[in-house]
């Protein structure tokens, strides 16, 4: 019963991953770049409207669930130290929540906290609008790499099993 549940959670977990990998590449392929080709004054604006929706729409399910998930699958292959795809499953766990949540919450909402703040006609909005560019993009390429490293580390421990 116990393996059951905890193949089901590494399914959850892998399919949570992929769809956030997916949704952080997007971001980190062509989504940045296509906001600050538009200028300063209308990417803001669309990113802060991305920012409003995105905790409003599936996504926030998702990301919630697939960090608990993977923290739980964390606890478990120690408890289960030993057993086929143990390690895959702890490295997993330890990498998405580390790379992508523990990364969102320090280092991404922080910038669109401070981006939701800032006056877009303000003088300091041009050199704000410029580092969060590149500061939150090199965080998202660290979440897009944690998230799709997590999501190939729990295909290996279902394999394994």
């Not at 393996?3 to 971001?27: D, E, K, N, R, V």
């Not at 980190?28 to 669309?46: E, H, K, N, P, Y």
């Not at 499953?89 to 998405?96: E, K, S, T």
Request: with cysteine; glycine share 6%.
């Amino acid at each position: 019963m116990l393996q059951m549940l905890i193949t089901g959670l590494l399914w959850f977990s892998a399919i949570g991953c992929g769809l956030l990998a997916g949704l952080y590449f997007a971001f980190s392929t062509f989504i940045m770049t296509a906001l600050d080709r538009v200028g300063q004054a209308a990417g803001m604006a669309t990113m802060n409207a991305i920012n409003v929706v995105i905790v409003q729409s599936l996504f926030l399910p998702v990301f919630l669930a697939t960090t608990a998930t993977s923290a739980v699958l964390a606890v478990m292959a120690l408890v289960r130290w030993g057993e086929p795809g143990a390690m895959a499953m702890l490295a997993g766990g330890v990498l998405y929540v580390l790379g992508m949540f523990v990364v969102t919450m320090i280092f991404n909402v922080p910038l669109n906290n401070a981006l939701a703040a800032a006056d877009p006609a303000s003088q300091e909005a041009a050199s704000l609008w410029a580092r969060y560019l590149t500061d939150w993009t090199m965080w998202n390429h660290v979440r897009t790499f944690a998230s799709t490293l997590a999501c190939a580390l729990f295909v290996a421990a279902i394999a394994a099993k």
